[in-house]
């Protein structure tokens, strides 16, 4: 179970074996690592299995292999061409997760040398076609983690700016908190070859290019996303996890987020929010044990504002109706109200 999806293991991974494995799409939500926030986001997980869907289909005709088997409804896996109506559970092909040791408030990730086939890359890879305000980006290279150098730019830039290349990042997976990592040290914890290297780069830049195109159809702007991948039983590179939804991007409409942003930018101005960042700062591994207040949850009218913009975007992206609700646009015009 996890803070958004769970995940029924019917056949377990093994080195040389792909385990089968159903996604449930939940309408849990997290912001900040927090974890499940005290809302749920109706019928936000078929809106974001549906999704998820339609971008791997997409992506398993132009050749790139995932691990998206088909989505399940009544007892039986479906390809999204087959439904008349949505499902908030996806079956695929497992991979094993192979977590590094912690020691001394250090991450240990030497047991990546000894594996080579079927498991879990820690990596998270990030595209970034913009810098919208709260782009962590701009924190990094306020507190010098990041230079301009690395991201191809000759000068601070502004938020909102929109890149003439796409940047792309990596950062931890599998730690308590997710760390932002050079590419260097991105490739040696994950013991990658160069060539492995180049293949996960360019396969994320034509995820970026698929996925840009088809959100510019519906009129909003993908400013940037992330993806996962794992190694096959063959050492081949799988897509996993799930991508292009707006969960895993930041879509936006006329400079209005279309993604769970949106709940993030209304946690900001509390109290709660303070107390994370503080306890962020104060200890990276056990933050959550200093801060005293649970979150609060949302109003209920924005709530049930942020449970249209899923669905509608679903419905909008995929070309079919699978839910009643209003344009996005309409939608988001009320949601300006709240952030």
């Known amino acids: 179970m996890g803070s958004v999806k769970d995940l029924k293991i019917m056949e377990k991974a093994t080195s040389s074996k792909p385990g089968v494995g159903q996604f449930y799409y939940s309408d849990r939500y997290s912001v900040f690592d927090w974890g499940e926030m005290p809302d749920e986001i109706k019928n936000k997980g078929k ?30 896996v479906h390809r999204l061409s087959e439904l008349s109506e949505a499902s908030d559970t996806m079956q695929v092909s497992l991979v094993r997760v192979i977590k590094p040791k912690l020691e001394s408030n250090l991450y240990d990730y030497s047991i990546y040398n000894q594996n080579e086939t079927n498991f879990l890359i820690p990596l998270e890879v990030i595209y970034r076609n ?14 010098g983690s990041l230079t301009l150098n690395e991201i ?16 792309l990042d990596a950062s931890t997976k599998l730690e308590v908190t997710d760390r932002y990592l050079p590419w260097k040290e991105a490739q040696e914890i994950a013991a990658l070859s160069d060539s492995e290297l180049v293949i996960i780069k360019s396969t994320t830049q034509q995820i970026n290019e698929l996925i840009t195109q088809y959100v510019k159809n519906v009129s909003l702007t993908n400013e940037d996303g992330k993806v996962e991948y794992g ?28 993604s769970k942003e949106v709940t993030r930018i209304y946690y900001r101005k509390s109290p709660w929010f303070n107390e994370v960042e503080e306890a962020k700062q104060k200890d990276r591994l056990n933050w959550k044990e200093h801060v005293n207040n649970p979150p609060p949850p949302l109003p209920p009218k924005f709530a049930e504002l942020v449970s249209q913009m899923y669905q509608s975007i679903c419905n909008e992206i995929t070309q079919k109706e699978w839910f009643d609700t209003p344009s996005l646009k309409n939608i988001l015009n009320e949601i300006k109200e709240f952030i």
């Open 47 to 76: 809106a974001l299995s549906m999704m998820g869907a339609f971008f791997f289909e997409k992506l398993e005709e132009m050749g790139i292999k995932t691990h998206y088997q088909g989505l399940l409804l009544n007892g039986k």
């Open 130 to 143: 913009s810098l919208p305000a709260g782009s962590s980006v701009f924190k990094r290279l306020e507190n």
């Open 152 to 167: 191809g730019l000759d000068k601070m830039p502004e938020p909102g700016m929109v890149l003439q290349n796409a940047i």
């Open 231 to 258: 190694f096959d039983e063959n050492r081949n590179l799988i897509l996993v996890d799930v991508l292009g939804t707006p969960d895993e991007c930041r879509f936006t409409y006329e400079g209005i987020p279309v």
